[in-house]
């Protein structure tokens, strides 16, 4: 079994870089961890949408789509006997049938993943869609997409992203400076949390570039790192199958893969990539996929000890986004679930189950696809003191968080909005908020199958305070503006209902919340401070409880 990351001997190992990486720098300002809650919105010639302006993009010179082809043969590669489980042959023979009506619709050409996805979603196939489970449907995108072509990219810019994208890529640049002092900032950029690690590699490769860094891809993921430790380099493809439910990227992206090929073959590949790196920033995706990439079988695997130890030295700054960041734990990994399953059902230290597995029966025994599952074995153990929960008021995650706290007796859980970050100093136990909104931070989680309760605080842009093990203390909740609220519900369940009714706690000292048979009620005492503002506020000690009715 896996002990704890933390008290790993790593002098061999970082012995093995120590030539080429920078300096320790250990300066009181300088924060070594950064933790967004959620995917930055980059804009890009295939995501126009998050765009300010799309007025650069050259559709002849820029990868804008992803591409099918609906020819007789990429038809039946995706609707084969052998890639369908034998109970879902009535699925697998409707959407045969369906195929063959695109492919005709569209001339049995190429098109674009808009119209492709716009035609299947129509009332024609609305039915026979939602029987697919998330697995099948991504296992047709695979099989009939079209080979990307050579040398066109997809491209993006920052300049035109959201400003707050622009903000945190710029801040964790930042970060890098004290190491990289007159050099330009290093990044090895890790994609091993997405489905299919090659999508975002052009992307972020790009906002962080335009920021002034030099970005390398680390061509490691969980099939990689599987492949290395049993020997099977050579069978990538079918690994990614088995593992990770992906179909012919062999085929789809034949340089990325030759990458990764060539990488899997050698057990040093990665020293030089990281030993320049003065940071490692994490792409969303799913928490499970990233842990598998640097953990196989229990076992860090030695680029994650020298990449840990690196970090603890003080000559690596580490960056993630999204689920990413709830990778990033010492112990208690939050891999799955929604707030209401949290309540009603608890929190399973398993395997976290496929998405929507209930349409295909993939669910594991006793589990659902909303089930609450964590990792009790922990993440990447970058962050020591607590649980992680990201995306945390837009997705009402407050009672997933504290259910998994209070479960396996974690004192500090802290969930970090969409759009906002948390920075970290590590060695001094000081952090601040920046972003859009807040985090959400419990201490002290207690309660029983149906009853949950603790004292939380919601701070939000430019509060700060310093963080232990046990909880957050000398806090500075930040001096901001009064804003009026876009939205405002009362269910709190997966949504945001806890969040859009702090103005209420903070004005009356007391918000009560029902929904269904839940009933949820959050107050100030004599020792909580809230801030005088409207709409969304801060405050800190407050106590929230929330109880499941007959």
Known sequence: MMKSLIPVIFGAAIASVAMTHSGTVRAENLYNLMMIGSELEVCSSLQSDRCMST????????????????????????????????????????????????????????VSEHRFVERLRSRAYQTLLMQLSEAEYQRLLDNLELRHTDGVQEVANLAQSPATTRDMVEEFVAMLKPLAQTKKPRITLVTAAARNSYDPIERYTGIFEQAGAEVTWLPVDAVVARAQAEGKCTELESLRRDMQGNYDRDRVNPARHEQQLKYCTSDTAWEDMLGRSHGVFFVDGRADNL??????????????RVMLGRYMQGSL???????????????????????????????????????????????????????VTYEALGG??????????????????????????????????????????????????????????????????????????????????????????????????????????????????????????????????????????????????????????????????????VALND
């Not at 990778?327 to 309540?343: D, K, P």
């Not at 059902?345 to 006793?366: F, I, T, V």
């Open 317 to 371: 700054i580490i960056g993630a986004e999204g689920h990413a960041s709830a990778a990033l734990v010492t112990g208690n990994m939050i891999t799955n679930g929604t707030s209401r399953e949290a309540l009603a059902s608890g929190a399973h230290a398993r395997k976290a189950p496929p998405e929507m597995c209930d349409l295909d029966a993939s669910c594991p025994r006793d589990l659902g696809p909303n089930s």
């Open 380 to 545: 990447l153990s970058f962050f020591g003191f607590g649980v992680v929960d990201t995306n945390m008021s837009q997705a009402g995650r407050q009672i997933r968080m504290m259910r998994v706290a209070q479960t396996t007796g974690t004192p500090l859980a802290i969930g970090i909005d969409g759009n906002t970050a948390l920075q970290v100093n590590t060695a001094q136990g000081y952090f601040r908020v920046i972003g859009d909104e807040g985090i959400f931070v419990n201490e002290g989680a207690q309660g029983t199958d149906t009853l949950l309760a603790g004292t939380f605080h919601y701070m939000r842009h430019g509060s700060s305070g310093k963080i232990s093990r046990q909880g957050v203390t000398d806090i500075h909740l930040a001096e901001l503006p009064s804003r009026r609220q876009e939205s405002l519900t009362i269910r709190f369940l997966d949504d945001t209902g806890i969040y859009d009714n702090l103005g209420t706690l903070c004005s009356r000292g007391e918000s009560r919340l029902l929904q269904d048979k839940a009933e949820l009620i959050m107050q100030t005492n004599d020792s909580s401070t809230v801030s005088n503002v409207l709409g969304r506020c801060q405050v800190v000690n407050a106590v929230l409880g």
């Open 55 to 110: 007025s650069w993009i050259k559709a002849n010179d820029m990868r804008t789509t992803r591409l099918f082809q609906l020819s007789d043969v990429r038809r039946k590669e995706a609707t084969r006997s052998s890639i369908w489980p034998q109970q879902r042959e009535e699925i697998r023979a409707q959407l045969a049938t369906a195929l063959e009506e695109l492919a005709t619709y569209f001339g049995r050409g190429v």
């Open 291 to 304: 842990r598998d990439a640097f953990i196989v079988d229990q076992e860090p695997t030695r680029l994650m």
